[in-house]
T-cell receptor, first 115, second 109 residues
Framework: DTGVSQDPRHKITKRGQNVTFRCDPISEHNRLYWYRQTLGQGPEFLTYFQNEAQLEKSRLLSDRFSAERPKGSFSTLEIQRTEQGDSAMYLC?????????????FGPGTRLTVT | GENVEQHPSTLSVQEGDSAVIKCTYSDSASNYFPWYKQELGKRPQLIIDIRSNVGEKKDQRIAVTLNKTAKHFSLHITETQPEDSAVYFCAVRDDKIIFGKGTRLHILP
């Protein structure tokens, strides 16, 4: 499968715990995006990387959230001290300016449930 | 920042009829407008897009129109079929995507 992959697909955690999600983009894509989607809403932008550089962060990305892309390939999104309001689907997408510049390809998402 | 409004939130149409979803945006500098379809439990899928240098684009039963002066764009689905039932999102793309809140489309038998 050469698409965007995310791991895990589902995560259930207790409030106050830390969680980390991983995204593997399409291999030649240099841009990687994180979005969050709550039930009944459209995806909301969180942050994006070009190679290893984090170029933009949304106001939604509180101090408890941190994202990295250390080698310009896979990325991780960590949430510290999870809250019930963090329950959502976390979507990753990737794109390449050199290939159909505007299209972002989405992964299957990681569904987080905070109890 | 950019704001995207989408209407209606829910739409039910008889199979074979047409469906229209409308969106407005706030940033006049925006120049790329994709539409996504999301089935239950699945990832958003790009179904059609339009750039600001054209007013209309069609792909089989799906068409999108853009009015840059009024800052609105619409999705038209003709001859609707049961498999068209899904949530549809309009969006504006800069580097990131700003999505509308979605329209849940029900195709009635």
């Amino acid at each position: 499968d050469t698409g965007v992959s995310q791991d895990p697909r589902h995560k259930i955690t207790k409030r106050g715990q830390n969680v980390t999600f991983r995204c593997d983009p399409i291999s030649e894509h240099n841009r990687l995006y994180w979005y969050r989607q709550t039930l009944g809403q459209g995806p909301e932008f969180l942050t994006y990387f070009q190679n290893e550089a984090q170029l933009e962060k949304s106001r939604l990305l509180s101090d408890r959230f941190s994202a990295e892309r250390p080698k310009g390939s896979f990325s991780t999104l960590e949430i510290q001290r999870t809250e019930q309001g963090d329950s959502a689907m976390y979507l990753c997408a990737s794109s390449s300016p050199g290939q159909g510049r505007y299209e972002q390809y989405f992964g299957p998402g990681t569904r987080l449930t905070v109890t | 920042g950019e704001n995207v409004e989408q209407h209606p939130s829910t739409l039910s149409v008889q199979e074979g009829d047409s469906a229209v979803i409308k969106c407005t945006y706030s940033d006049s500098a925006s120049n790329y407008f994709p539409w996504y379809k999301q089935e239950l439990g699945k990832r958003p899928q790009l179904i059609i897009d339009i750039r600001s240098n054209v007013g209309e684009k069609k792909d089989q039963r799906i068409a999108v129109t853009l009015n840059k002066t009024a800052k609105h764009f619409s999705l038209h689905i003709t001859e609707t079929q049961p498999e068209d039932s899904a949530v549809y999102f309009c969006a504006v793309r800069d580097d990131k995507i700003i999505f509308g809140k979605g329209t849940r489309l029900h195709i009635l038998p």
